[in-house]
């Protein structure tokens, strides 16, 4: 047997870690602390559209202002993460999980004092910095702890931003709407545990994820040629668009179109947003390793076609129906992210952080422009109306039929 060393995998029996893993495998407590630290980095960035009701009233702001903070923060995040994704595979800089978190934490602060409609802007702005530099880097570093079982780490990462998504609106209903908005401070704290969990991920990442990466090569995708790659991340694009502006309109303007058509409370209509929100992490969890097992294209068919009936009905029943058919599309519609972000970096093998940061960025980028346009439509058409034209978008998942069929090498 080898001896150890400190760079190897086996480093972590001569040298005390964090987090420890097997030489090979699926490291559960890796791939585990990058999904927690998910979970806290989203449960931040969710409750900032639980909290638009509450800014709505305070600011007078109207919906398409709501929209534009939304947009500022979606168009900041996105426009960084592929960036910031390709200067990483080449220059790998895994301490900038920590300082982005850190980034988070200051925006936190400015939105907790923000007085003015342009503070609120500001804020979301660093907020959204700082969730561009986790996206990429950390996915990454749940592909490293994968042991080759890229979608079930790719969906347990998802599953955890997912849950903080879910806990994001009741801890703003709990917390932030009874006592205004100097209540965002508590916030802060969580900030604060994220920063530690990456900090404890970093050095793991410092001394094993390379030689993981490296090992792992040898089972990534061929690829596919330059005509292939620009058509399908066309189709990829058309499916995240259609899968995340209709995800806008239920994340920014869910609780408004509950409240407008049924008038329930703002607590009432937040527990039916986390009932979607929960469907949402529960779904994106059976995505990835359903994917591992039928393929990808096979999840994303069912994911947009089997939600397609759902989603037309939605705008035609009531509350209690409402609530359930929301349970039904979060559940089958999240099911194809983690299958859209494995399939993608398949088809480019070698760019991790170039390719999340990409689908990220899409995720977030067209999630913000999705929500200001919809806004838009608010002001001038109705809540209501919204919801009824978003109901169509899931049909555009027609075009998983254009997706090239990707190629695997064996290990």
Request: net charge positive; proline share 5%.
């Amino acid at each position: 047997m080898p001896q150890p060393v400190p760079t190897s995998d086996h480093a972590s029996a001569v040298v005390p870690v964090d987090i420890s893993t097997p030489p090979q495998g699926f490291a559960i407590r890796v791939v585990g602390a990058a999904a927690f630290a998910h979970l806290l980095n989203d449960l931040i960035q969710a409750m900032l559209p639980a909290i638009f009701p509450m800014l709505k009233a305070d600011f007078d702001l109207s919906f398409g202002q709501i929209g534009v903070i939304a947009l500022v923060y979606q168009i900041t995040a996105s426009l960084l993460q592929p960036w910031i994704g390709l200067y990483t595979d080449k220059r790998p800089l895994p301490w900038m999980l920590p300082a982005g978190m850190a980034v988070t934490f200051i925006g936190i602060g400015v939105l907790a004092m923000a007085h003015s409609y342009a503070m609120l802007l500001v804020a979301a702005a660093i907020v959204g910095v700082g969730s561009a530099t986790f996206h990429p880097e950390a996915s990454r570093v749940a592909r490293m702890g994968s042991g080759g079982r890229f979608g079930t780490a790719q969906s347990t990462f998802q599953v955890g931003g997912n849950t903080g998504s879910a806990i994001g609106p009741l801890l703003a209903a709990a917390i932030v709407i009874p006592h205004g908005q100097s209540a965002i401070a508590w916030f802060l704290l969580v900030a604060a545990l994220a920063v530690f969990v990456l900090l404890r991920l970093t050095k793991w990442t410092v001394q094993h994820g390379q030689a993981r990466l490296s090992r792992l090569a040898v089972t990534r995708g061929t690829g596919l040629s330059r005509g292939k790659i620009v058509q399908a991340m066309t189709v990829v694009s058309v499916l995240m668009f259609a899968k995340f502006v209709y995800i806008a309109s239920f994340t920014n303007y869910f609780t408004f179109y509950l409240i407008q058509r049924f008038g329930v409370s703002v607590q009432q209509s937040q527990v039916v947003l986390f009932l979607f929100l929960g469907a949402i992490a529960l779904g994106t969890f059976a995505g990835g390793p359903i994917g591992d097992r039928i393929g990808r294209k096979a999840v994303i068919w069912i994911s947009f076609l089997g939600v397609a009936p759902f989603a037309l009905a939605l705008p035609h029943v009531g509350l209690a129906m409402t609530a359930i058919l929301a349970v039904i599309i979060g559940l089958v519609m999240s099911s194809a992210f983690a299958a859209l972000v494995v399939y993608a970096q398949e088809a480019v093998p070698g760019r991790v952080g170039m390719v999340s940061g990409v689908m990220f960025g899409l995720m977030f980028g067209i999630g913000g422009i999705g929500a200001a346009a919809l806004g838009q439509l608010a002001d001038a058409r109705g809540i209501v109306w919204v919801y009824q034209v978003t109901a169509f978008l899931p049909l555009l998942g027609l075009a998983t039929a254009l997706l090239p069929q990707t190629t695997r090498r064996a290990a």
